[in-house]
């Protein structure tokens, strides 16, 4: 089923779903715009109707209308996802559904390590509800203030803690969600081993929406390290990074929280770019780690954070570095490395890429990549930066200072191809925390599994045989 | 699609196999009974032919060949699964296909904390794989030197360290699979981030090869713990067991590698049944736990280990306790453990459940079920024990001593109901790590959430529109 299948909604259509959920359930005009814009501004939303359902029988209801009426439907959650998939340009209008009202934390278990949340939670406010019953949720990205958890949940969002806790799917212990023929699957327990049958939880998990739409999850929790320590390194390279990353392990294990890679002309945008910015080394080093630890109290992360720092300096794999003094040092340290898309934004990449690859394989593509690409377009500047400890660097090329991006759109799709055929070849992946959504469609058919896309395709039309959920992303 | 619609293999189809495969590849007569077999003996397996194919490429040819001729093919591992998987005692003969001789470890990457190991690797042979370059495959159950990795993936094997380390598919990164209609999944990446569509891995872990067959996987792989630490302890009860285990995991947070729940019956039945079997306490404790803990060198996860006891004493949560001093008393301990399931089957068990519920329900759950059973069958035996740090219990019902489990028969299914409504009833599940196989189709169905069972079954119908994957398994 394609989505040239697809209705535009009626006017009968619109009165009546208007009619079941009432003005607090609708935007409309104005109001309507801010759901349908692309939080980079690279493309414009469209959709017939906003709808803001504040319950499941509410989503349900919307859900078995737009499959009847063949009507497309888009699932809304923050709108930070930086991939298209809750962006839809083209096609005959669609519904589209935010889950911002539903929006309550159901419970907290601190004894199983778990909470109910609803998919309108924004993120803070789940970390938050974690914190307050002294547990940790520890699921970190730039936009968690903003991020809702149906979006993280639909994306598989991943952020600066995986290399310890894992991707979203590994947070998550349950999910309820509304599947594409309206029928609510209600999966939310809070189990650590529960083997009854096929895992729909991780099949809606990263679907982006294109498989129904998750209102809730059972979220797993986990102890609040009670002693964190965190570094600023100078490295002398990304190898050198790796072999400390490895050392770390080593030494303290599981208890490497983080372990961030930045490069030098990432900082330096950060620092003309961004009033108060600072730099914790001087001067700016070519690349540098952001290291955090956490353990119980009495656990001494703290000292062996130290101790594995003294031993890299001696082995020539720290140059200089700063271990946070105090927790307003620690901030200072991540909110450096949390300003660099910021910085990027402003200055404005020609393109960027999301990209991971084994740990042993990192070093080597980084070095070749800069190199195929300074010989396609001498003059741009590379920014690699991102979450070494788990492979995933988000590495973005920018224009020449004096220069501006759109001096380089001929050759944009030259330089993607460069990286994301290099990081194929090194055995990576063209989206690692991402997702696909509408933007990388036809990357994901070009590096793709043949037989998975096959599999992916035949499990969409069985589950939404009209096409109406999401349609365009994911699969295109 | 039904198993009606299969065909039993008409000769010429048989003798082109035989043909394609060799008599290295074949299993017939009496060399074919041993894979049959249940290994509880409750039913009889049958099969036209078991074939071995020795390379992907002779799955993928077997898969496409049963898939035009419409005939039921049965995956078959290690034959160690409990829930009869792997044993097809009705409906046309079905050709039984053994991934034994596909038994490489294809590739050991230390520095990516990953290994590729193909389906036919028996699971203890991983473990030295892992270990021979100094990591950790932690996955362990009673079956590891039986077991192999296919067998394990398909039914997503639970086990002792899943508290610390996850289930069997927390520790896959990427899996290659021959799906139903003979086509290749490449999905052997081993990135720790890879959001590019939907995660057919995890659709095709816990399975239980009614979705293709698994013939290979990126497995995932931890630092060895230096210190390992082990307490045998006497607790007052279930309710005290879970409150040693929250004390613990406060104090040495995710270095709790495991914490088994032994009842006075199970240990009683080993030192009956067993020969050489001795408790590490006497007398032997109504309840007690094992408790493992392990951390890097220099941790100080032994020291822990003994203060959070010390503490546990003072509060009366532990009654009386050994703390193994050499790895050969570690070893009794652990053998004590896991020789229970032996003696059980010793003894022969009424029913047995293997159920899971969230920790803080698991104490209720256990005084509810026994006070329920014993006023249905007052003379029964109960032996629980288990996972009880994943709310994991083998929950096994056993006759009077001087009577047989066929005086039990009229009342089995009443005792197993009565087990299943409660365990639902907490929030809990019927199978936690074995499974749903053929023995538990008609208790998935009755207990499963709908949405989530047509949802199964259109996947199903999609992936294997001629219903010859392990047909009768988890879907029935």
Same mark, same amino acid.
Not at 25 to 48: F, M
Not at 217 to 234: G, Q
Not at 236 to 252: N, T, Y
Not at 435 to 452: E, M, N, Q, W
């Given at each position: 089923?394609?989505?040239?299948?697809?209705?535009?909604?009626?006017?009968?259509?619109?009165?009546?779903?208007?009619?079941?959920?009432?003005?607090?359930?609708?935007?409309?005009?104005?109001?309507?715009?801010?759901?349908?814009?692309?939080?980079?501004?690279?493309?414009?939303?469209?959709?017939?109707?906003?709808?803001?359902?504040?319950?499941?029988?509410?989503?349900?209801?919307?859900?078995?209308? +737009?499959?009847?009426?063949?009507?497309?439907?888009?699932?809304?959650?923050?709108?930070?996802?930086?991939?298209?998939?809750?962006?839809?340009?083209?096609?005959?209008? +669609?519904?589209?559904?935010?889950?911002?009202?539903?929006?309550?934390?159901?419970?907290?278990?601190?004894?199983?390590?778990?909470?109910?949340?609803?998919?309108?939670?924004?993120?803070?406010?789940?970390?938050?509800?974690?914190?307050?019953?002294?547990?940790?949720?520890?699921?970190?990205?730039?936009?968690?203030?903003?991020?809702?958890?149906?979006?993280?949940?639909?994306?598989?969002?991943?952020?600066?803690?995986?290399?310890?806790?894992?991707?979203?799917?590994?947070? +998550?212990?349950?999910?309820?969600?509304?599947?594409?023929?309206?029928?609510?699957? &209600?999966?939310?327990?809070?189990?650590?081993?529960?083997?009854?049958?096929?895992?729909?939880?991780?099949?809606?998990?990263?679907?982006?929406?294109?498989?129904?739409?998750?209102?809730?999850?059972?979220?797993?929790?986990?102890?609040?390290?009670?002693?964190?320590?965190?570094?600023?390194?100078?490295?002398?390279?990304?190898?050198?990074?790796?072999?400390?990353?490895?050392?770390?392990?080593?030494?303290?294990?599981?208890?490497?929280?983080?372990?961030?890679?930045?490069?030098?002309?990432?900082?330096?945008? +950060?620092?003309?770019?961004?009033?108060?910015?600072?730099?914790?080394?001087?001067?700016?080093?070519?690349?540098?780690?952001?290291?955090?630890?956490?353990?119980?109290?009495?656990?001494?992360?703290?000292?062996?954070?130290?101790?594995?720092?003294?031993?890299?300096?001696?082995?020539?794999?720290?140059?200089?570095?700063?271990?946070?003094?105090?927790?307003?040092?620690?901030?200072?340290?991540?909110?450096?490395?949390?300003?660099?898309?910021?910085?990027?934004?402003?200055?404005?990449?020609?393109?960027?890429?999301?990209?991971?690859?084994?740990?042993?394989?990192?070093?080597?593509?980084?070095?070749?990549?800069?190199?195929?690409?300074?010989?396609?377009?001498?003059?741009?500047?590379?920014?690699?930066?991102?979450?070494?400890?788990?492979?995933?660097?988000?590495? &973005?090329?920018?224009?020449?200072?004096?220069?501006?991006?759109?001096?380089?759109?001929?050759?944009?799709?030259?330089?993607?191809?460069?990286?994301?055929?290099?990081?194929?070849?090194?055995?990576?992946?063209?989206?690692?925390?991402?997702?696909?959504?509408?933007?990388?469609?036809?990357?994901?058919?070009?590096?793709?599994?043949?037989?998975?896309?096959?599999?992916?395709?035949?499990?969409?039309?069985?589950?939404?045989?009209?096409?109406?959920?999401?349609?365009?992303?994911?699969?295109?």
């Amino acid at each position: 089923m394609t989505a040239d299948a697809l209705n535009a909604p009626t006017p009968a259509f619109l009165a009546a779903l208007r009619d079941r959920l009432g003005p607090q359930g609708l935007r409309e005009g104005d109001a309507a715009a801010p759901y349908l814009r692309e939080p980079r501004d690279t493309s414009q939303g469209q959709a017939a109707l906003v709808v803001r359902p504040g319950s499941v029988e509410e989503v349900s209801h919307i859900v078995r209308a +737009c499959a009847e009426a063949r009507v497309a439907l888009v699932p809304y959650s923050g709108g930070t996802g930086l991939v298209g998939g809750q962006v839809r340009p083209e096609g005959p209008p +669609c519904v589209l559904i935010s889950v911002e009202r539903l929006n309550r934390v159901r419970a907290l278990h601190p004894d199983d390590d778990a909470m109910i949340c609803e998919a309108g939670v924004i993120l803070a406010d789940a970390q938050a509800a974690a914190a307050s019953v002294d547990r940790l949720f520890p699921l970190s990205i730039a936009s968690e203030g903003t991020a809702r958890i149906g979006g993280v949940l639909g994306t598989n969002a991943g952020g600066v803690n995986v290399l310890r806790y894992g991707m979203t799917r590994d947070l +998550c212990l349950g999910l309820e969600a509304v599947l594409p023929d309206g029928s609510v699957f &209600n999966g939310l327990k809070r189990l650590r081993k529960d083997n009854t049958g096929y895992d729909l939880r991780h099949l809606l998990i990263g679907a982006e929406g294109s498989l129904g739409v998750i209102t809730a999850a059972a979220l797993r929790l986990h102890p609040r390290p009670a002693e964190i320590s965190a570094a600023f390194v100078a490295v002398p390279s990304p190898a050198a990074a790796l072999e400390l990353l490895h050392l770390l392990r080593g030494r303290v294990g599981e208890q490497v929280s983080a372990f961030e890679l930045m490069q030098g002309s990432g900082i330096r945008f +950060c620092l003309d770019e961004i009033p108060g910015a600072r730099c914790p080394l001087d001067p700016v080093p070519e690349w540098s780690a952001l290291v955090e630890v956490g353990g119980g109290a009495g656990s001494g992360a703290a000292e062996a954070l130290e101790a594995a720092l003294e031993e890299a300096f001696e082995k020539g794999l720290a140059l200089d570095g700063a271990l946070a003094q105090s927790e307003q040092q620690r901030a200072d340290f991540w909110r450096l490395r949390e300003t660099i898309p910021e910085a990027n934004r402003k200055i404005g990449s020609i393109a960027s890429h999301d990209i991971s690859a084994p740990l042993s394989e990192v070093a080597s593509f980084v070095t070749a990549a800069s190199e195929r690409l300074l010989r396609e377009a001498p003059d741009i500047r590379i920014n690699a930066f991102g979450h070494l400890g788990d492979g995933n660097l988000h590495y &973005n090329l920018f224009p020449a200072k004096g220069r501006k991006r759109e001096d380089y759109a001929n050759i944009k799709p030259v330089l993607t191809r460069i990286v994301h055929d290099l990081i194929d070849a090194h055995g990576g992946s063209i989206s690692a925390e991402h997702g696909i959504g509408r933007f990388k469609t036809a990357d994901l058919v070009h590096y793709g599994d043949p037989a998975k896309l096959a599999a992916m395709r035949a499990i969409k039309d069985a589950l939404d045989p009209a096409g109406i959920m999401n349609p365009g992303a994911v699969l295109g």
